[in-house]
């Protein structure tokens, strides 16, 4: 462990976590949350053409927000490989937490 008693850091982490986590809580997930909140919002705007009715299909259908999402996963797809790259360029110098140097 470290000296003040805490463990020792085997690996560099990311908090949160890159990409998609079962739990839903990794960096990808916590994005199409927010993406997903706001097709969410669409379906609270009632239409006055049709009362039952609300904007979902049309946030769907609109280009201009397609290429935005598409945008987006492609800049978060990006983002995670240059994190990864980032981490693996760290890795060479593991043995400054992973070595004891009271030992």
Excluded: Y
Excluded at 14 to 38: A, Y
Excluded at 55 to 72: G, K, P, Q
Excluded at 79 to 100: G, P, Y
């Amino acid at each position: 462990g470290g000296e003040d008693g805490s463990p020792r850091v085997k690996s560099i982490k990311f908090i949160p976590k890159i990409g998609s986590m079962n739990n839903g809580r990794g960096i990808t997930d916590r994005l199409f949350n927010v993406t997903g909140s706001f097709f969410h919002i669409s379906t609270l705007v009632k239409r006055f053409d049709a009362p039952d009715g609300n904007f979902m299909r049309e946030m769907h259908l609109d280009n201009e927000i397609s290429t935005l999402v598409a945008m987006l996963s492609d800049a978060m797809a990006d983002s995670e490989l240059d994190c990864l790259d980032l981490q693996k360029s760290f890795e060479k110098f593991s043995h400054l937490w992973t070595t004891d140097r009271a030992t």
